[in-house]
C-alpha cells in the first residue's frame, strides 16, 4: 500500500481534530490532489467542507468526479444497543488484513454537531487510529441542505477518491436513517440482537427488504440461534426469482472477532453479484439520482430564499393576507420570478 | 349565532366519521358555499382535501380566498403529559360561554394516518360534540408535500371561512412541532406542568422566545407555584422595550375549569395588542409567505419527480456514475430543464 508518509499527530488531527483548522488556506484543486494521494489532512478539511455546505463544494465536486474509483459502500445499521461500533471496529480489522482500504462514516442524522462532537462514541475505533489504510469520520447531517441525501453521498466522493475500497457508513436505525443508508449503499448490513425482539421488529420496519446481509450479533448470548433461525425463516417467505439475493444471515461475536471472516466473505459475495447482476450499477445510478434531486432541490429553496430579500414575496404574502390572490396562485407566480 | 341545522348524526360524521366519503361528489364550489354557510359535512370534506394534498385544492383554495374572515389562530403546545387536550375543551366551554365559534385542530406531526385515526385521544372532544358552535378535527401532516408548513395553514383557511372566531392548533412540543406551530399562530400558548423540570426545559428549548401566553396547568399539584415563579424570573430577564407584549403565566387546573376565564382573558389582551401593535399583521403576513414558499417548493419538487420518468434524470445519473459530469453541474442542467 502506498499513502504519503504521517505521523500520528497527523491521524489524530485528521479524525478527531478541528479540521476546519487545518488547510484552511488551500485551495479546492490543493486539496483534491493532496486527497488523491491520500493526505488524511486534505480528507478531512474536505469533508468538513461537505458537513459545512461549502461554497466551495461546487468546484470540489467537479474536481473529485473524473477521478472515481467505485469503492463498495457498505451500509451498516441497527437499532442501539445492538453493537454497531464494535461490528464496524471488527470489519475494519478484517479488510485490512486482506490488504485493503477502509473509510468508516459514522452519520448520526439527528446530531447537530458536526465532526469532533461524536468522539466519545468513536473511541473503540482508536485501534485503528495509526493506521494509515484506515480514515474515520463521524458526520452530522440533520439540518443542512438536503440533509443526509446530500452530504453523505458528497463525502463518499471524497472517500472514494482518496483510494478507500470499502466505505462502511454506519448510523443507528432509528426511523428514517436506516432506508436513507439503505438508498446510499451498494451493499445494506442489518445489525439485530438476540432477546430484543428483533425478529418482529425487522418484519415491521420493513427491514426485511432493504437488508442486504442480516448479522445476529453477540451470537454468544441466549436466544442468538432461534433469532437467526426466526429471521432465516422469513425471509424464506419472501418470494425471490432465479438469480435474485438472497440475504444471507452471519453470526457474530464481534467484540471477540469471531464470525468476522464470514461476513466479509458475505459482503464480497454480495459485491460480485452486484456486479455480475448490473444491480450495482443500477443502485449508482438511482443513488447519483436521489444525489442530483436534492442539490438541485437545495438550491431551489435557495433561489427562493433570496426572494424574501426582495419585494415579491412580500407583496405576494400581503395579497394572500387580504384575500385578494390565494396561495396557491401566490406560489405560482414566485416561481415564475425564479 | 346562525348556522345550518343539524342532527347529532351529522356531527359525529363531521368530526369522527370517514368524511372522504361524504360530499365526494361535489364540486369545490358547491363544497365551498356549503362551508360557509357551516355545513360540517363539507368542512369535514375541504379539510379532508387539505389532507390528502388532493389536486382539487387549488380551486378550493381559490375560492375560499376572498371570504377570509381573520379569526384568532390560538397554536397550543406543550409536553406530552401537561394536559393539553383537557386544556383546549376547557378552552372551547370558556368561548363558547362567550358566544364564539370555535374550530379545534389536533395536528399530530408525527402521525402518518389521517382524520379518524386520533379518535382515541380526542375522546373528551365528544362533551363538545353536540355543540354546532364548535369543529373539531385531528390532522395528520406528516409525509405531506410541504408538511406542517403547507397542510395546516389551509385547513385554518377552511375553518376561518366556515365561520370560527377561535380556532386552536393543539399539537405536541416534541422536537420542532412547537416551533412551526409557532410560526403558523397569531398567539402561540404554552402549557407546563409542575414538577417536570420545566424551567429548565422551557429555557433550553427556546419556548421563551416562541410563547405569547405560558399556562401553569395542573396548578393544584405540588410545586405549581414554584415552577410559575421560576417562568416569571426567566420572563423578567429577557430584554423587552417599552411597548413589547410581555408573556403572562397562567396557573389553571384545566381538568376543573379552574383559571380558564384568565387564559381567555389573556389571550384576548394579547390579539388586542396584535391588532394595536400591527404585529398581528406582520405575524400573518409571515405566515402568508411560509405557505407560499411550502406551496412553491412543493410544486418544483413534483415537477423534479416528473423528471424521474423521462431520460433527463438517468441520464445526468449515468453521466455522475461515470465520472464525466459532477452531480452540482448534473442538478444545473435539470434545473434547467423544468
Redesign the interface.
Known sequence: LSGAARSPADMVTAEYGPAGAVGASRSPAELVGAARTRQPRAVARLISLVEDASPQ??EV??L?????RGAQVIGLTGAPGVGKSTATSALVTAYRARGLRVGVLAVDPSSPFSGGALLGDRVRMQDHALDEGVYIRSMASRGHLGGLAAST??ALRVLDVAGCDVIVVETVGVGQAEVDIAGLADTTLVLLAPGMGDGIQAAKAGILEIADVFVVNKADREGADSTARELRQMLTMAPRGPGEWRPPVVKTVAARSEGTEELVDALSAHATWLADSGEG?RR???R??D???A???A???EK??DL?GGSA??D???A?????????????R??GAL
Open positions: 463544494l461546487r465536486m467537479a473529485l468526479a473524473p477521478h472515481t453521498p458528497q450499477r449508482r445510478t438511482a447519483a439520482a444525489e442530483i434531486v442539490i438541485a432541490l438550491g431551489l429553496r427562493i430564499g424574501r414575496l412580500p405576494l404574502a400581503e394572500v393576507v387580504a384575500g385578494t390572490t390565494d396561495p396557491y396562485t401566490a406560489a405560482d414566485l416561481v
